[in-house]
Each structure stands twice: as structure tokens, then as C-alpha cells.
């Protein structure tokens, strides 16, 4: 029974580099979930896909953001020309549905220098 | 942006005490969510309560919800140095993200 993980966990950039941070959801989640959270702030929603299909880009923050869940399981974001605002942890969620709970992975840290 | 607001935003108790934490949030909803975040961890869902529930239990969690007032409480009793942790409150906004709170940081001591 293996939960939502996420790679790297710790992922240090130079500005301007791009990064590509993974999700494996727990099989059989037909929904996944981007949250960015800053230092001492709860999570912000960034994206949401239901199988393949990415029903919600509201919350990516510039076109410098990019998501993708090619064949409706793993998924990675994707950051280019990192700023030092993209500082902060960006947590993947997997759930069976909507209206449910979410199950989280443990998040990627990721520190621009 | 973000939807709920935690109050208090840091909460020390002795073990043993119960702990109890507010959350406000302003548009309806169908549902609200209590999550935990240990230190450098991921979020650990607790509970859920639908917006026609006004009180749920789980274990030592009691979490209540008024849809008049737009606010849920989230109650520890009991308390352990493992319930050390940031509490957060979800809304489903609309119906499938989930819009947080900054959080209330709770520390346990021994």
C-alpha cells in the first residue's frame, strides 16, 4: 500500500535553471493535485488533473510553470528559468475522486540560489 | 489566495490538555477538511465533515462545523508530544481544490 511520493525531495537551483519535480499517485487515483507552499503559509492550489486531462491550470503562477500526466498516472511539474520567488515546497496530492480527501505526498523542496 | 483563517496561530499546551483551533473561511462550501503537517512532512488528513454534519468525531479529534457562521472548530483532547504539529482547514473550492489556511502551529510539552 504504497502512498503519493515525490521526487526529489530536496532540490537546490541556480536562478535561470529549469527543474522537473515528479509525482507517483497512489494507483487508481484518478485525480492529482499541485500545491506550492511557502515558508509558514498552508498550500496554494496550482493545478489539477483528472486522469490526463488538466482541468485546472488557475493557480500556476507564470507560463514558466508546466504540468503534465501524459498517460493519467505519474505526473511532473515543471519550472523553467527558475526565479528565487519559486523558493518553497511543492506538494503532489492523489485522490479516488472530487469531493473527497487528498492524499499527500511529502513535497519537494526546492530552493533557488 | 486563500480562503480559510486558523485561529490561534500558535497554540503551546502541556500533555494531557486538550487543544482547540478555529477556522474561518467565506464562501459556502461543500465540505471542510482538517489536515496535519508534521515538521518537514507532508499533509495527513483527519477528518472531513460535510456541510450538512455539525459535529464529527475520529479518535481523539472532535471537529464541529456552523455553516452560519462560516467557521469549524477542531478539538485534540488528550493531548501527546506526537499531536506537535500545524493544523490546517480545507475548504473544497469549488468542489475538487482545496483552499488552506495559513495554519495553527500547536507544540505539546512533555
Known amino acids: 500500500g504504497a502512498g503519493v511520493s515525490q521526487s526529489p525531495r530536496y532540490k537546490v537551483a541556480k536562478r535561470g535553471q529549469d527543474v522537473a519535480l515528479r509525482c507517483d499517485p497512489i494507483s487508481g487515483h484518478v485525480s492529482l493535485f499541485w500545491y506550492q507552499q511557502a515558508l509558514g503559509q498552508g498550500p496554494e492550489f496550482l493545478t489539477y488533473?483528472?486522469?490526463?486531462?488538466?482541468?485546472?491550470k488557475s493557480g500556476l503562477p507564470s507560463d514558466r510553470f508546466f504540468a503534465e500526466r501524459p498517460e493519467g498516472s505519474v505526473s511532473t511539474l515543471k519550472i523553467q528559468r527558475t526565479q528565487q520567488e519559486d523558493s518553497a515546497v511543492y506538494l503532489c496530492?492523489?485522490?479516488?475522486?472530487?469531493?473527497?480527501?487528498?492524499?499527500f505526498g511529502p513535497g519537494t523542496r526546492l530552493t533557488v540560489t | 489566495s486563500q480562503q480559510g483563517e486558523e485561529d490561534p496561530q500558535a497554540l503551546s499546551i502541556q500533555e494531557g490538555e486538550n487543544a482547540t483551533m478555529n477556522c474561518s473561511y467565506k464562501t459556502s462550501i461543500n465540505n471542510l477538511q482538517w489536515y496535519r503537517q508534521n515538521s518537514g512532512r507532508g499533509l495527513v488528513h483527519l477528518i472531513l465533515i460535510r456541510s450538512n454534519e455539525r459535529e464529527k468525531h475520529s479518535g481523539r479529534l472532535r471537529v464541529t462545523l456552523d455553516t452560519s457562521k462560516k467557521s469549524s472548530s477542531l478539538l485534540i483532547t488528550a493531548s501527546r508530544a506526537a499531536d506537535t504539529a500545524s493544523y490546517f482547514c480545507?475548504?473544497?473550492?469549488?468542489?475538487?481544490?482545496?483552499?488552506f489556511g495559513a495554519g495553527t502551529t500547536v507544540t505539546v510539552r512533555a
Open positions: 480545507a475548504t473544497d473550492d469549488p468542489d475538487y481544490k482545496l483552499s
Open positions: 488533473f483528472q486522469n490526463e486531462a488538466q482541468l485546472d
Open positions: 496530492a492523489s485522490s479516488p475522486g472530487s469531493r473527497v480527501e487528498q492524499y
